[in-house]
């Protein structure tokens, strides 16, 4: 695939607001983590949680309001990121640019509540707007009026991967000549049905995550939201920064929440990425781990990734600092991988102590100021859809 030029992004999460924060918090090794206090929750769990103070109703469309588009309305805020894309709506026109979302979640946490609310004698729900807040399409919507867009919109739910994804349908999108620049993203919020439901599968931590640990013993969920701003290289008209290299993506559907054991799935996704950037495996200077903090997720994964890389790409998972933002992971790992080459680092894996002796990728405990030029992100979601991108630095 041709390049394409990150040429805005911002991120906020339970580690906190905008690209400076998150620089900040993988520089010093700190944690979003606490333990859970969400809402009705009572669960022995921790949790990324963005503060409830920050989440104000959205603006001038009161249907549309859950704790989903809140997210969104205060990512949108940060980093001039509104800004840069009313820049470019003004060079491009606002039918030119594409949005590509992804979440998991939308605004479920609504319907939850009123579910609470419900008429005790007809059982009748309160009125609240499905199309709006749950439906998944309700992001895409909200984002796309917020941003004063007109051109192509999707929103991808593929669980895990489903932000990962839209880099991918972007870049097609733009390859075709659909759209001249796009905006790639996703959200997810806490509720209380992904709490719970992790719970029921027994795939929850008791203490804050700790992926590739000897001792891991399951997930943290958290919640954020992501946006950036991909356009051609040579429309920049200026040596680009961070550009997106490749795509790769594969679906083995070997289970619907257990991923192949031999990860077959994800070395394909991965190889996939490196043909589509005309990379080779030792071209790899940082791999940013899918890294679950799950016993039998971190050995597939580590078993696909060191038969592919072997040994030589520092790897880590920083979902011990951010927790697993499910429809949201996609872009913020990518993002933390666009840090870690503007800011000359490999990120630490939060949380981590031992690393499991039985896994073999080299695996780094602690952040170093290091100067990789291409990075790896993985996003590998429940029934085997997956998606690795390649980010590389001009």
Sequence with gaps: MKPLTLSAFTLTTSLGLGETAHVDALRSGRSGLAPCAFESAHLDTWVGQVPDAYLQPVGGEPAADCRNNRLAQLALGQDDFSEAVAHARRRYGAQRIGLFLGTSTSGLLTTELAYRQRDPASGA????????????????RFVRARLGLAGPAMVVSTACSSSAKTFGNAARMISVGLCDAAIVGGVDSLCLTTLY????LELLSSAPCRPF???RQGISIGEGAGFALLERSEERGRKPDVQLLGVGESSDAHHMSTPHPEGAGARAAMERALASAGLAPHDIDYINLH???????????DKAVHELFGARPACSSTKGATGHLLGAAGIAEALICVLSLRERLIPGSVNTQRVDPALHVRYVLNTRHDAPRRAMSNSFGFGGSNCSLVFGIA
């Design 125 to 140: 729900l309160p009125a609240f707007d499905y199309a709006a807040t749950q439906n998944h399409f309700s992001l895409g």
């Design 197 to 200: 439901g992790f719970g029921s």
């Design 213 to 215: 640990d000897v001792e």
């Design 291 to 301: 890294g679950t903090a799950t016993r039998t997720n971190d050995a597939a994964e």
